[in-house]
């Protein structure tokens, strides 16, 4: 079995019969291959009796004499691969399925549910038991429950579904570990296959008795009049962004739905939409976007829709689905994180307007917490060093590294995001030049202030971006698979010509240098360095006069000894220039002979800077983020000095000071409260 992972909303087939079935093997003989013995029991390929059945056995079992026990040594899996029909296609009514499990020492084991009848068209749910005691639970398109299972111990595992309001829960021993709506929300089979592979977290092997196994399906009689809220999407996204949401509902009901209303209510706020002019037939969906946003919060808030109102006559012929909960838990960055997307196309590859439309829709919605670089490959805003080192890391193009991680489609680099920008990283970068108007070259500082202590071979690096790219002939012109539409919407792409022509083409994220290579500079700190002291590496940049400065941003990042990237941070020209070059390493002093006061503080600290011998006097501000918030040039002072800093328009957090006293900077930590 190969598994496929499908997206998106998979439509209604049909209602399904009732179906039902319990096997405890007890009646069985021992040896018996279950998709001979059994007409509820069949193969992924359809041949039973062979290596890819499943035998009964008496070596345990929860109840009885007799199980089936699964088991595997390869990496992919099987070659058992057994499927339990659940009698047609259900995507109405109440589902159950249970078995009790037996999972060996140091071994793992997985199932999933397939939404349709022809297995590998459709992986409604996938369940996978590490070796370690980790349940993870997954619809094919997301994570959904990470929780634990008790090894080398019987438990039972029972997953009920509510297909009418898309409602899935997952229990160990009747104890529920979570539950979700799925965006595939149908069953039709049962998938028992022995995995553990190392790429979900696994060792590569397999073994597990199942015993009790059964399912059941109630169904569903549909009223005249019903429409259901089965989902609410697109409320992914960071504390204390805003989301426009959407709810996915579907008719219930033999009667064509025509209009209705429905509310969000979330953190105290109510949203509506209105819907009319509409046709939908029984059984299909409709997506209900809404014009009104969000705005998230952290910790665990329940979102719910309601529906009313349908067809004008208020309420429909079933309540019960018309009101949808779900949990929303967004996801609170860590302070000062950069995550960084490393994204590998080319003018010729006509599935590459993918990377650039994902690129842009991180950049609209992470933009303080997201850095996007496109690195070119065979065309004429290649960079050769940058493409021959991020080649060894992708397997086609489009590719995406996320901060350098596992090679992945753009179209998964939101997922991949969320998972790394709730990882503290080891410093906080800021970057700063001595760039002035005209210059054809320039000193970029790349300042890590560090927060954790570390040791081994950190380095930093420096990438240079610019957006807004265009140019002449044909290495401008953009190969266009998507066009004419027939591979789908692809932000206006499926609009365009293939190939979309030089003069259309606007390219953005585009990598225009790396300093001193994609490793990062050698020997960039000390062999140990702890949290508290900061560290500056410098960089020329050679500044080609076909550049637009205007649209250029300096990115420096911080790559771990693992080669995946530690942390970015990132400037305009305008913001580095205002950074200012910090120079060289020993210029930079972690200063304990300043005293900052009050610190913690709310309103206002002070500066004691003691005295201060004829030299010009910068103080300068920075957030978590490395971003310059507050700047004075006090010029040259003599003498005992205390300067006072205002806070009042500060938010909370932590603030790094940077006194800089002729040819020294000092760095002071300030918290606002």
């Known amino acids: 079995m190969k598994r496929i992972y499908l997206f998106g909303l998979a ?6 019969a009732n179906g039902q079935m319990s096997e405890n093997f007890d009646a069985r003989t021992v040896g018996d291959y279950m998709g001979v013995v059994s007409p509820d029991w069949t193969t992924w390929s359809g041949t039973v009796g062979g290596a890819e059945d499943v035998a009964v056995s008496d070596v345990m079992a929860e109840s009885g004499a007799n199980s089936i026990y699964f088991s595997t040594v390869s990496a992919t899996g099987g070659p058992q691969d057994v499927l339990v029909p659940f009698g047609g296609v259900h995507n109405t009514g109440m589902f159950v399925f249970e078995s009790d499990f037996y999972i060996e020492d140091n071994k793992g084991a997985y199932f999933n549910f397939q939404g349709e009848v022809t297995p590998g068209s459709m992986y409604s749910l996938n369940c996978q038991m590490l070796h370690e005691g980790t349940m993870l639970i997954d619809d094919g398109a997301s994570p959904l429950i990470e929780t634990t299972y008790p090894p080398e111990t019987w438990f039972t595992l029972t997953v009920m579904v509510n297909l009418n309001t898309n409602t899935w829960e997952v229990y160990v021993d009747g104890l529920i570990q979570g539950k979700f709506s799925n965006s595939n929300n149908q069953v039709a089979s049962a998938d028992l296959y022995p995995v553990n592979n190392v790429a979900n977290g696994g060792n590569d092997l397999a073994g597990y008795f199942m015993d009790n196994v059964s399912y059941d399906h109630t169904p569903y009689t549909l009223p005249a009049v019903n429409l259901g809220a089965t989902q609410i999407i697109n409320t992914k996204g960071l504390a204390s962004v805003s989301v426009s949401p959407s709810v996915i509902v579907r008719n219930l009901g033999t009667s064509d739905i025509t209009s209705f209303d429905v509310s969000l209510e979330y953190n ?10 509409v046709s939908i037939s029984s059984l299909d969906y409709y997506t209900v976007d809404f014009a009104d946003a969000l705005g998230l919060i952290s910790g665990e808030n329940d979102i719910t829709a309601t ?6 006559e208020g309420d429909d012929d079933d ?6 909960v779900e949990t929303l838990n967004p996801v609170v960055p860590s302070p000062g994180k950069i995550v960084v997307g490393e994204e590998a196309t080319g003018t010729w590859c006509g599935w590459c307007p993918r990377g650039a439309v994902f690129l842009e829709q991180m950049a609209n919605d992470y933009s303080d917490h997201f850095v996007g670089v496109a690195v070119h490959n065979g065309d004429p805003m290649t960079v050769d060093t940058y493409d021959e080192a991020i080649g060894g890391f992708i397997s086609g193009y489009p590719s995406m590294l996320v901060d ?6 753009p179209s998964d680099v939101e997922g991949a995001f969320l998972d790394r920008i709730v990882i503290g990283p080891k410093a906080v970068l800021t970057v700063g030049s001595d760039y002035v108007d005209g210059a054809t070259s320039m000193n970029v500082s790349v300042t890590a202030d560090f927060v954790e202590a570390i040791a081994g071979n950190y380095r930093l690096a420096l990438i240079v971006v610019e957006d807004g790219v265009t140019g002449e002939g044909s290495g401008y012109n953009q ?4 066009s004419g539409g027939g591979s789908g919407a692809m932000g206006g792409y499926e609009d365009l010509a293939d190939p979309v022509p030089a003069a259309d083409m606007v390219y953005d994220h585009v990598a225009r240098a790396i300093l001193p290579s994609f490793d990062g500079m050698a020997g960039s700190f000390p062999a140990t360095v702890e949290s508290g002291e900061v560290h500056s590496v410098g960089f020329v940049v050679e500044i080609d006069p076909d550049w637009n400065l205007d649209e250029v941003h300096l990115v420096g990042i911080l ?6 990237i530690d942390n970015g941070g990132y400037a305009t020209m305008e913001e580095a220039a205002e950074n200012g070059y910090l120079g060289l390493e020993d210029d930079l002093i972690v200063t304990s002979s300043i005293n900052l006061y009050p610190n913690p503080t709310n309103t206002h600290t002070n500066i004691d ?5 004829n030299e010009n006097v910068l103080v300068q501000v920075y957030d978590m983020n490395g971003k310059l918030v507050s700047v004075r040039d006090y010029g040259v002072l003599n003498g005992a000095y205390t300067l006072p800093v205002e806070l009042s328009d500060f938010e909370k957090g932590m603030y790094t000071v940077r006194i800089n006293k002729g040819n020294t900077t000092e760095v002071v930590k300030l918290v606002v409260e």
């Open 307 to 312: 529906i009313s109102n349908v067809n004008g």
């Open 609 to 613: 800077l003691g005295n201060v011998d």
């Open 268 to 277: 105290g706020t109510t949203i509506d939409e209105t819907v009319t002019g």
């Open 404 to 409: 350098r991680g596992a090679d992945i489609d």
């Open 319 to 324: 309540a019960d689905d018309d009101i949808k």
């Open 11 to 16: 439509l209604v087939a049909c209602a399904g």
């Open 559 to 564: 790559v771990a000894p693992d080669s995946q």
């Open 479 to 482: 190969a266009n698979y998507y």
